[in-house]
């Protein structure tokens, strides 16, 4: 099992700035291929961002937000980051940091594997 504990949203205004975190509790963390999603309510969960296994040289975004945000990960701290810029309130969201053990920057949630319980991002206009 891994744990996943997202931090760092909150209330922002339009044009601002947040960056997530999410630290994991499995000391494999680095084989793992590590996802962030959003969801509204009575929408579907939808990707954001995934950063591949390992040096995590592989990156993929939604349309939407690239340029905007950026996924990067730590692996001595067993944390991945979306620093997200030029914040609008369509992105205001519940956050999910997710993990999948194929290691390759999936965009579909079915590929992954452990959720965390998600944080809640609010963009005032």
């Known amino acids: 099992q891994m744990q996943l504990v997202e931090s760092g949203g909150g209330l922002v205004q339009a044009g601002g700035s947040l960056r997530l975190s999410c630290l994991a509790s499995?000391?494999?963390?680095?084989?793992?291929?590590m996802g962030w999603f959003r969801q509204t309510p009575g929408k579907e969960r939808e990707f954001v961002a995934a950063?591949?296994?390992?040096?995590?040289?592989?990156?993929n975004y939604a349309d939407s937000v690239k340029g905007r945000f950026t996924i990067s990960r730590d692996n001595a701290k067993n944390t991945v980051y979306l620093q997200m810029n030029s914040l609008s309130p369509e992105d205001t969201a519940v956050y999910y940091c997710a993990a999948d053990s194929g290691g390759l920057a999936a965009t579909r949630k079915g590929s992954y594997d452990y959720w965390g319980q998600g944080t809640q991002v609010t963009v005032s206009s």
């Open positions: 950063i591949a296994a390992w040096s995590g040289l592989r990156t």
């Open positions: 499995r000391t494999t963390f680095s084989a793992y291929s």
